[in-house]
């Protein structure tokens, strides 16, 4: 089974399908009603109020009529067989044919009733489950990076699409099946008692208590198994994704049969579990006929013994048997309802449970936008770790004055990185405070803070769009003068222009239709179009190579004119002309300078500039 992410944390999408993750089916109802009745000043609360109270309406007249339908046909069977009944005198009147039509007109009442009622209820069902799907995906995008890196996307992908899904299931089956079936039941139940005696009642009572008690037994035990099978069926997805995602990693070790092994093994135990599943199903099913049957027996025998004893009409028998039948037909799914209705409960907690995901980095209340002068940005005595016990920053203070470039180096696991992160507010410090232009950034709204600085990572990622869309989504309503004009600046205009669909070219999934400097530039001109104050360059030419890396590097020169620019960097020939240096080793600031001070400290910048000095000597010869 999965193993726990995060160091034993349990995250959602590790979340197993029981009772203590999910929580009750009624917490999850009481989280849904929200979006089916909407609180006073709600936006369309009239319209949806109105359309809910006109669909129960529906719902109880069908449910009416459906009961009383029987009664046309009883009083048409004993008017053409002649026999003496106990109809009223109004019905006897209508004569069998008049009662004929009367029986149809009434069942055609009860389905359209039904019809009209799904008609008028299916805007509020569709706009319940879209209220939901934009309140996930908004929140998700809310949460720290810390979870989203923690996170399965093929698990999460699948708790949002089963829990939408639920809530539509829950929806139609629960309000428009389930409640409307246990409302027949009872008025027939009263029928029974009114119309015949009290051992009707009981047969009936006795068949549906019976029934219902093992439906709900064998459906606990198929829930537990459906777990099973979700659980299987996610692990599954996740290692499918995972390894579309990282198609190139697995054709460079030739894995792509190894990559198959694992997911058969994954399929393998689906197959498990959905055997039992499907073999659990024909049990339930066999148990249900056989108590369905012997009731139905029971009751009509009480019918014929009546018929025979005078005490009943032929039309008494006929109508029995029809009330049998209409609460029998609903009753022989109700097992596999149920099912899905436990196990929509369960996908919906998921996903509630994924909406009571805390976000870590959240704005003050009331907190303003920042407002950048001139974009000077000051780590104070910086502490931070992502765990407790293992801290990455120890009192890390770095200044940039407005308009410099400064830059930080240092060997992997410095925490070079992890100041970018800090700087964007993915996190907050657990020390210190980081200010731009004198604004502590926990101070103020994280929007403005992003709006206020452009990254540019070591590895651009892009969406399945076209060149066109990925360069504007810098800055949303941008023209296509603008974006040409991005493009001319980040040297990739003309790459563009020579593909048969210029700017429509589709780039694929994650920009794999085009070279690493190809993306790298795309995503500096995305970066350039949103011509933020600050700009961030996190090791931005360090996967590409040497001729690649210097033509963008003239593009990043360009594009840091008149911002402030923090540089982190592993190549220390790309940031020699620097204004500052700022060397990070373990978490703390060892030197700092130009580049001509820092060799002359002989340090130990002076130590890595060598070392990579003779790497490039070695590489060149």
């Not at 029974?192 to 009290?198: E, I, M, P, W």
Request: with cysteine; glycine share 8%; net charge neutral.
């Amino acid at each position: 089974m999965r193993g726990r992410s995060g160091g034993g944390r349990r995250t959602v999408s590790d979340a197993r399908l029981d009772g203590s993750q999910t929580g009750s089916g009624w917490r999850t109802i009481k989280r849904v009603t929200p979006y089916l009745w909407p609180r006073e000043g709600k936006p369309g609360e009239g319209e949806v109020r109105l359309r809910v109270i006109v669909a129960l309406a529906m719902l109880a007249g069908s449910q009416i009529i459906t009961v009383i339908t029987p009664l046309f046909y009883k009083a048409a069977v004993d008017a053409l067989t002649g026999e003496p009944s106990d109809n009223p005198a109004w019905l006897l009147a209508i004569g069998a044919i008049g009662l004929t039509v009367a029986y149809g007109v009434a069942r055609f009442m009860s389905v359209g009733l039904t019809q009209g009622r799904d008609w008028i209820f299916a805007k509020v069902a569709q706009r319940a489950l879209r209220a939901m799907a934009i309140e996930t995906f908004r929140h998700i995008h809310a949460l720290s990076l810390r979870y989203h890196i923690t996170r399965k996307t093929g698990g999460l992908s699948r708790i949002m699409e089963r829990g939408v899904k639920g809530v539509e299931f829950l929806l139609r089956f629960l309000l428009f099946n389930i409640v409307p079936l246990f409302i027949q039941l009872g008025l027939t139940v009263i029928v029974f008692f009114v119309l015949f005696d009290v051992w009707y009642v009981v047969a009936v009572v006795a068949t549906i208590a019976v029934y219902v008690r093992f439906t709900f037994a064998v459906t606990e035990w198929r829930v537990k198994l459906r777990k099973q099978m979700n659980d299987e069926d996610t692990q599954a997805n996740q290692k499918a994704i995972d390894s579309l995602l990282n198609y190139e990693t697995v054709k460079y070790f030739g894995a792509a049969e190894r990559e198959a092994t694992r997911y058969d093994q994954s399929m393998a135990g689906y197959e498990t579990a959905a055997v039992k599943t499907s073999q659990s199903l024909a049990f339930l099913n066999a148990g249900q006929s056989l108590i369905i049957t012997i009731g139905l027996v029971a009751v009509m025998v009480l019918a014929a013994v009546g018929v025979q004893n005078g005490q009943l009409s032929t039309g008494d028998f006929v109508m029995v048997n029809a009330y049998m039948i209409q609460i029998t037909m609903p009753l022989n799914f109700l097992g596999s309802v149920y099912r899905e209705i436990r196990q929509a409960l369960v996908d919906m907690a998921e996903m509630f449970d994924l909406l009571e995901q805390p976000a870590e980095v959240t704005d003050k209340p009331g907190a303003p936008d920042l407002d950048v002068k001139g974009g000077a940005v000051e780590l104070d005595e910086v502490c931070f770790s992502y765990d407790p016990a293992r801290p990455i920053l120890h009192d890390v203070t770095i200044r940039a004055a407005a308009g410099e470039t400064v830059a930080i180096v240092g060997p992997s696991g410095s925490g070079k990185s992890t100041i970018g992160r800090l700087l964007f507010r993915f996190y907050d410090v657990t020390g210190g405070a980081i200010r731009i232009d004198g604004q502590d950034i926990r101070d103020v709204t994280q929007e403005s803070l992003h709006k206020s600085i452009g990254v540019v990572p070591q590895d651009t990622v892009l969406f399945n769009d076209t060149i066109r869309y990925n360069i504007a989504y810098g800055r949303e309503g941008a023209s296509f003068a603008e974006i040409e004009a991005v493009a001319k600046a980040a040297k990739i205009h003309d790459f563009v222009m020579s593909l048969p669909e210029g700017y429509d070219t589709p780039v694929g999934e994650r920009g794999l239709k085009l070279s690493g400097g190809e993306k790298q530039r795309v995503g500096i001109a995305r970066t350039l179009l949103k011509n933020p104050p600050i700009l961030l360059l996190d090791e931005a030419t360090s996967a590409l190579d040497t001729e690649t890396e210097r033509d963008i590097q003239l593009s990043l020169k360009a594009m840091g004119v008149g911002r402030t620019v923090l540089i982190i960097a592993h190549r220390l020939s790309t940031i020699a002309d620097a204004d500052r240096i700022v060397v990070l080793e373990n978490g703390i600031v060892r030197e700092e300078g130009r580049h001509e001070e820092l060799l002359a400290l002989h340090g130990k910048y002076a130590a890595m500039w060598a070392r990579q000095l003779a790497e490039e000597e070695e590489d060149a010869a």
